[in-house]
């Protein structure tokens, strides 16, 4: 029986395990191709500029899908790898957590939960990706 308990440990951990590497693996970001959007200069800004703007959702669903939704879900919608974009706050309450944290990524205890994509990513793609999950909003 313990032999049987050990064996089933193993394959729940290399299982689980494996799912944990793949989901942050090693991955190329691609490119998003922000033509037809107002450029915004090297300096960053703190608000959305592109808000309400419907080619800067569409990039940006485009952008997410290609470079977000392996960890945060299709259509924005995790499955619990990472957090649920769908609940960040709309609007200029949370321009300020998605760009830090989309330009500077995230660390816990020594462990890359999200990479930076500044310097990867254009401010324009960004600002996009943004403004698409504005339109995916699901809070209060």
């Known amino acids: 029986m313990t032999r049987t308990l050990g064996i089933s440990l193993a394959v729940c951990l290399s299982v689980f395990g494996a799912q944990r590497v793949l989901a942050h693996g090693d991955v ?3 490119p998003v191709d922000t033509t037809g959007l107002q450029p915004l200069g090297p300096e960053w800004l703190e608000k959305n500029p592109y808000r309400g703007n419907e080619l800067a959702e569409k990039i940006g669903h485009s952008g997410f899908a290609q470079n977000c939704a392996r960890c945060h879900g299709i259509e924005a919608e995790s499955g619990g790898l990472a957090p649920d974009l769908r609940y960040l706050d709309k609007g200029e309450e949370g321009d300020a957590w ?4 989309i330009r500077h990524g995230f660390t816990q205890n020594g462990v890359t939960k999200m990479p930076a994509f500044e310097g990867i990513l254009s401010q324009e793609a960004m600002w996009s990706i943004r ?6 909003y699901q809070g209060n």
């Not at 998605?98 to 944290?101: A, D, T, V």
């Not at 403004?131 to 995916?136: E, K, N, W």
Request: hydrophobic content about 25%.
């Open 28 to 30: 190329t970001p691609q």
């Open 131 to 136: 403004t698409y999950l504005d339109s995916r």
């Open 98 to 101: 998605f760009i830090g944290r």
